[in-house]
């Protein structure tokens, strides 16, 4: 990806009887600026500059350019009458170029022409698979009379994978390796270009996980999905869940179970490839009423969202609503501000991070019956100042996405960095370094992404480490079916069985077909549907078999077979008087009603002797005594 952040192109004028304000009227301004990439990734910016005098009265002594870099190497500078020093000064949004002026050119339409050059590796990154060009939009473009940009690129290269803004416009522009764009084609509005299919990112991310209570507890975690942007490869978990499932959003939750008083560390590693266009996704009824509904944080049933949802009505209206009206707050990136909301955000748009661009999107959306949901994850920015994020430590950024049903898809924007780049395209096309973590639908608040699992004591500790990466490295998915049956069953009943489904591989499964056959129970051939399946987790399918008759003796072979893998199991079919364990159960239940019957006899027999005895005994008791003769 080659990013050009760069040029905010904003002049003072000073002269000799009236202050820097009054200059413009006095000055007219052509400005024709070139960006020649190099193929080692550095860019040569050279910049002429053409001034005409408007009066009789004043002249212009120096000129000041604020540019949005702070590496500048090799600065020159030369007007009419030879080379300038230029001095740069950094600044809190990069460096100005001061030029002092050799010439004074004094008299009505008299012209001073000057250049300035430099080289700065911060307009293009060669990142591996994408190469990617920023050029942030200028301001107060009507203070130029002319305003032209010349893009030049390394040919290897090939043609641009797009281009913002005027995307056909620009298109019709490009020769060869060089790109030309005037005032009208950019008004405010940035210049963003890429070269490449896809971008790899490598992750290395850490949840923490702590069970406080006398009990064991469930929990869970939020792993990186494949969705419509984005591929991804699960290359290990480390502990291994008990489960890996597909909520109603597409996240992919890690299941666990903590004993009492237990606190583990989760290592997950794995990949992702990032596309620059959605792939379709149908949506359902009840799904397309799920992202309608109203929700803390997107309050889309509030009398002012509801005004506004009226008077936008569309993505694109709401979308440069959102830019326009809320204004980025750096100072809320470090101090973990509470998040605002829809509503509050409109009390406050001046103090607006991520989440509120996001969320006042969303509200007023959802409200105009548009479905909409947010995304939290990574964003690649080299910038912090033109693509902020609002999760500094562990880089995590927030931005929504719409369903577009022309397309049939889930489009993401990101109306945050549409503020912070003062007018690049991030409605029409987003760009590589999108990266989602998590899908909130559902729940505005619900799952948590990489970098939210925290206790007090590991506030301090990076856990979401995302790099770029050359190759995309997958095995792909591997699903191995277990048989769940037993091995014996009585003839006359229904043979129910399930079969459990597991993922080894590192990516998710389609949507798959499992095959159950047998030679003698019937139905001979059942076909399961296996919902998609992400890696480490598993799915269990139940199934049966129809009832034999009673006198059934046989043995048969249940088979499972699902994508290239298999597993079977011989079964055992008899009639209850014939069934081993029937005839272990009646010789155990015999025997043991024979020594009951035994021990029962033999008390019987005690009694009855016990009772004669006892009865003799009573016997001579009563007799009179007799007399002595």
């Known amino acids: 990806m080659k990013k050009i952040f760069g040029f905010l192109i904003a002049f003072i004028l000073f002269f000799t009887l009236v202050s820097s304000t009054f200059a413009a009227k006095n000055f007219s301004t052509d400005y024709s600026v070139t960006y020649n990439i ?6 040569n910016v050279k910049l002429n500059v053409t001034l005409t005098n408007l009066t009789d009265n004043f002249y212009a002594s120096s000129y000041d350019i604020a540019v949005g870099f702070n590496d500048i190497r090799n600065p020159q500078a030369s007007d009419n009458e030879g080379k300038i020093t230029p001095v740069i000064k950094k600044t809190n949004e990069g460096s100005t170029i001061q030029v002092p002026f050799n010439s004074k050119v ?13 080289n700065t590796s911060e307009i293009a990154q060669d990142l591996e698979s994408v190469w990617d060009v920023n050029i942030p939009g200028i301001s107060s473009s009507n203070d130029f009379d002319n305003f032209n940009v010349t893009v030049v690129y390394p040919s290897f290269l090939g043609k641009p994978t797009f281009i913002k803004p005027g995307l056909t416009h620009a298109l019709q522009n490009v020769l060869g390796n060089t790109i030309n764009f005037t005032r009208q ?3 405010e509005s940035g210049i963003s270009l890429a070269f490449g299919k896809f971008q790899v990112y490598d992750f290395d991310l850490t949840y923490h996980l702590e069970n406080s209570n006398v009990f064991p507890a469930k929990t869970e975690i939020a792993l990186p999905p494949t969705t419509n942007y984005q591929d991804v490869a699960i290359k290990s978990i480390n502990p291994k869940p008990v489960n890996v499932t597909i909520d109603n959003d597409g996240n992919w939750l890690a299941q666990y179970t903590l004993s009492a008083s237990k606190k583990i560390e989760v ?15 149908e949506l359902t009824n009840k799904q397309k009423a799920t992202y309608l509904k109203s929700d803390k944080y997107w309050e889309s ?12 009505k569309t993505p694109k209206k709401i979308y440069e609503y959102v830019v326009n009206k809320l204004s980025y707050d750096f100072s809320r990136v470090e101090s973990n501000s509470p998040r605002l909301g829809a509503v509050e955000s409109l009390k406050n748009p001046d103090s607006a991070v991520c989440l509120e661009f996001s969320d006042l999107f969303i509200a007023i959306a959802r409200s105009a019956g548009i479905p909409t949901r947010q995304i939290n994850g990574y964003a690649y920015t080299d910038n912090s100042t033109q ?19 022309d397309k049939k898809a889930w489009i993401m924007v990101d109306p945050t960095w549409g503020n912070t780049t003062r007018g690049v395209d991030y409605f029409d096309l987003l760009d590589f370094d999108h990266f989602t973590f998590i899908i909130s639908g559902e729940n505005s608040s619900y799952p948590i992404p990489a970098g939210g699992y925290k206790s007090a004591s590991d506030l301090n500790k990076k856990d979401v480490n995302v790099k770029i990466a050359k190759n995309y490295l997958s095995n792909g998915y591997l699903l191995k079916p277990k048989l769940n049956i037993a091995a014996n069953f009585i003839a006359g009943f229904p043979i129910e069985a399930s079969v459990v489904i ?8 389609p949507q798959t077909q499992t095959l159950v056959t047998s030679e003698k129970l019937l139905p001979s051939q059942q076909t399961l549907i296996t919902k998609p399946i992400p890696p480490f987790g598993k799915e269990e399918i139940s199934f049966s078999f129809d009832k034999t008759s009673f006198l059934t003796n046989k043995t048969d072979i249940v088979r499972i077979a699902v994508a290239n893998s298999n597993a079977f199991k011989s079964v055992k079919i008899a009639p209850f008087f014939l069934n081993k364990w029937v005839l272990i159960g009646g010789v155990f239940l015999g025997s043991t009603i024979l020594l009951i019957s035994i021990i029962i006899t033999g008390y019987r027999r005690i009694s009855l002797y016990r009772q004669q005895r006892d009865n003799n005994l009573r016997g001579q008791g009563d007799q009179p005594p007799q007399k002595s003769i």
Request: hydrophobic share 30%; net charge neutral; no cysteine.
């Open 38 to 43: 190099q193929g080692s990734s550095d860019t």
């Open 106 to 118: 004094l008299g009505l339409n008299n012209k001073l022409n000057f250049t300035i050059s430099f």
């Open 185 to 187: 084609d950019l008004g």
């Open 267 to 281: 290592k997950v590693k794995g990949q992702t490839k990032v596309y620059l266009n959605p792939k379709e996704q």
């Open 301 to 312: 049933e509030n009398p002012k969202i509801k005004k506004l949802a009226n008077e936008l």
């Open 387 to 405: 693509r902020p994020l609002s999760f500094v430590k562990d880089i995590l950024h927030a931005w929504p996405e719409y369903y577009d049903f």
């Open 502 to 509: 597991e993922n080894t591989g590192d990516t998710i499964s």
